[in-house]
């Protein structure tokens, strides 16, 4: 059979076309799916005394899946825990340090006061959501390809 001649049977087949469709849909949607629109931030700075501070905002750290973090301090002298995460250390800071935590940073103030700033920098998917009728729909689509498949060869060796 020329090639021509099997494409016009398979493409006659309405589950193929549909099947096609289908996966093409699916394609469309993983792509917008994966669309980033801004990169939306947060900042804060201060001073911070004797004490147990939690720094960061968590309505904004939750709402993200993703969070680009920094965090400056600065003293003369003081000795701080900072922590996150799994991470604790005892530093004693003259000067300036900088640090990248992977989770909402907590700076325990042992001993004089501490300047500073931390920023969060987020990426938005705001239409990851579209990833799951994606799949079903690629799924589906290659389901209804396959047995548009085996019927357009069925109807073809009769």
């Known amino acids: 059979m020329p090639m021509n001649e099997a494409?016009?049977?398979?493409?006659?087949?309405?589950?193929?076309?549909?099947?096609?469709?289908?996966?093409?849909?699916?394609?469309?949607?993983?792509?917008?799916?994966?669309?980033?629109t801004g990169h939306p931030s947060y900042y804060s700075s201060g001073t911070l005394g004797p004490g147990n501070h939690t720094?960061?905002?968590?309505?904004?750290?939750?709402?993200?899946f993703?969070?680009?973090?920094?965090?400056?301090?600065?003293?003369?002298?003081?000795?701080?825990?900072?922590?996150w995460g799994n991470f604790t250390a005892v530093y004693n800071i003259t000067g300036n340090a900088t640090f990248i935590p992977t989770d909402r940073p907590e700076v325990r103030v042992?001993?004089?006061t501490v300047t500073y700033t931390y920023r969060a920098k987020a990426?938005?998917?705001?239409?990851?959501?579209?990833?799951?009728?994606?799949?079903?729909?690629?799924?589906?689509g290659t389901v209804v390809l396959w047995v548009g498949y085996t019927h357009a060869l069925r109807g073809k060796r009769k």
């Open 7 to 36: 494409l016009k049977v398979f493409l006659s087949s309405r589950l193929v076309v549909a099947g096609f469709i289908m996966i093409l849909l699916a394609m469309v949607l993983s792509a917008i799916a994966v669309f980033q």
């Open 55 to 64: 720094l960061g905002n968590d309505t904004f750290e939750n709402r993200y």
């Open 66 to 83: 993703y969070c680009n973090r920094s965090l400056s301090l600065s003293s003369k002298n003081a000795t701080v825990e900072v922590s």
């Open 110 to 112: 042992i001993n004089g």
């Open 123 to 140: 990426i938005s998917y705001p239409y990851s959501d579209l990833a799951i009728p994606a799949a079903v729909l690629a799924f589906a």
